[in-house]
Each structure stands twice: as structure tokens, then as C-alpha cells.
């Protein structure tokens, strides 16, 4: 199994362009996070899904759009990027265990801002 | 609202010393989960030890040694005779039951300790 696939690893972009993060498991989970990680600071949740169709805001949601057309995908949209998103980003997956999820990452995209 | 607090930024010890992490946490919850994650130098995060808010009992793993005291709302992880596999940065986190009995597993992390493990 491959678990939680990222892409792409690595993206470099000039302030106010636009971009999509995927992430897609293959663990049939219906949990999904996008978090983001800054020196300092942790790892922050930005949005999450408790399932097909549904998205839901975490604690740092803006600047950022989410969708989860399919139970195996998870998109995180910037649409005008800026060099304060400049960061790595995780997106994770568990099962519906209500509040003792054990997560599992994916290896994680380094989006730097110019 | 929740909080994980890793005081200690920076952790440098020589191999087969002994190394503690602390990690204290805030919550109004009386039910909820830590955790542990180590972050090696590749990047991806890996599940360490999770310990519901029942259960103070000490755990010991090959090495690895957790303490949780919901008196301090402590969680410290020791590393035993560490070496130098053990360099990475570690994190520290929450969920909680939350309103409605269900946090839907949103996980609360700490700052992260990044540990050094010199030969």
C-alpha cells in the first residue's frame, strides 16, 4: 500500500499565483486533514474532511480553498498565493475513530512564495 | 481551548546519554488522547505512543519510556541510552473529545523539540 501520496513534493511560486496540493490514500479512510508545518510553530490544521463531499475549516483557513470530490482525495487550493504560505505542507488520513485517530501522514510539499 | 506547550526548542545530548521531552498540554476536556510523532530528518511524521486521559499508567517501549501525570497535565517522553537514529524533531499532541463528544480527530500539536544525538 502506498498509504498518503503527496503532490507535487516541491513548488515554487510567485506571489499571486494560483496552485492545487493533492493528496491521495489508498487506505480507505474517511478522515483527511491538510496541516501546515512553519519552524517554531508546529504542525496548524488548516482544513478537513470527515468525508466524501465535506470540508471543513481548522485553525488556519485562510488564503487556502479545499475539496473532497472523491473519499480518496483531498485537493488544497491557493488561489493567490502569498510569501506568508511560503511553508511545508501535510496532509494526513485516519479512520473514523471520533477523537483517538492515529494519523497517517503523507512525506509532505514544500511550497516556497516568491 | 487546547494548548500543547513544548518548552525545550533545541535538545543536544552525546549518544547513550539519557534524554527527557517534556510536554505539558491544556485542556477543559476530561476526555481526550496524547500523542507522540517523531519527524526524522527525511520529513515524514511518525506515530510514536498514543495514551487516553484515563490511563496514567507509565508506558515503556525497547527504549522509549512515557510518563503521564494529569496532576501537572504532563506527558514527557525519555529516550534511554539514545543514539544517534534518535535525531529528529519530536511533537507533542492533543485531541479531544470536543463539544458533541467528537473532535473528528483534529489533532493539537506543540512547537516540536529537535534533538541531537552527537556520536
Known amino acids: 500500500n502506498a498509504g498518503v501520496t503527496q503532490t507535487p513534493k516541491f513548488r515554487v511560486l510567485k506571489t499571486g499565483q494560483s496552485m492545487t496540493l493533492l493528496c491521495a490514500q489508498d487506505?480507505?479512510?474517511?478522515?483527511m486533514y491538510w496541516y501546515r508545518q512553519d519552524p517554531g510553530m508546529g504542525l496548524r490544521l488548516i482544513h478537513y474532511?470527515?468525508?466524501?463531499?465535506?470540508?471543513a475549516k481548522g485553525e488556519v483557513p485562510d488564503g487556502y480553498n479545499v475539496s473532497r470530490l472523491k473519499k480518496q482525495n483531498f485537493l488544497l487550493g491557493l488561489e493567490s498565493a502569498a510569501p506568508s504560505q511560503t511553508s511545508v505542507y501535510f496532509c494526513?488520513?485516519?479512520?473514523?475513530?471520533?477523537?483517538?485517530?492515529?494519523?497517517?501522514f503523507g512525506a509532505g510539499s514544500r511550497l516556497t512564495v516568491l | 481551548a487546547q494548548k500543547v506547550t513544548q518548552a525545550q526548542t533545541e535538545i543536544s545530548v552525546v549518544e547513550k546519554e539519557d534524554v527527557t521531552l517534556d510536554c505539558v498540554y491544556e485542556?477543559?476536556?476530561?476526555?481526550?488522547?496524547l500523542f507522540w510523532y517523531k519527524q526524522p530528518p527525511s520529513g515524514e511524521l511518525v506515530f510514536l505512543i498514543r495514551?487516553?486521559?484515563?490511563?496514567?499508567q507509565n508506558e515503556i517501549s525497547g527504549r522509549y519510556s512515557w510518563n503521564f501525570q494529569k496532576s501537572t497535565s504532563s506527558f514527557n517522553f525519555t529516550i534511554t541510552a539514545s543514539q544517534v537514529v534518535d535525531s529528529a524533531v519530536y511533537f507533542c499532541a492533543l485531541s479531544e473529545a470536543g463539544a458533541g463528544g467528537t473532535s473528528y480527530g483534529k489533532l493539537t500539536f506543540g512547537q516540536g523539540t529537535i534533538l541531537t544525538v552527537h556520536p
Open positions: 495514551r487516553n486521559s484515563f490511563d496514567e
Open positions: 474532511s470527515v468525508g466524501e463531499g465535506t470540508t
Open positions: 487506505m480507505n479512510h474517511e478522515y
Open positions: 485542556t477543559r476536556d476530561t476526555t481526550y488522547y
Open positions: 494526513a488520513s485516519s479512520y473514523t475513530d471520533p477523537w483517538a485517530n492515529v494519523l497517517t
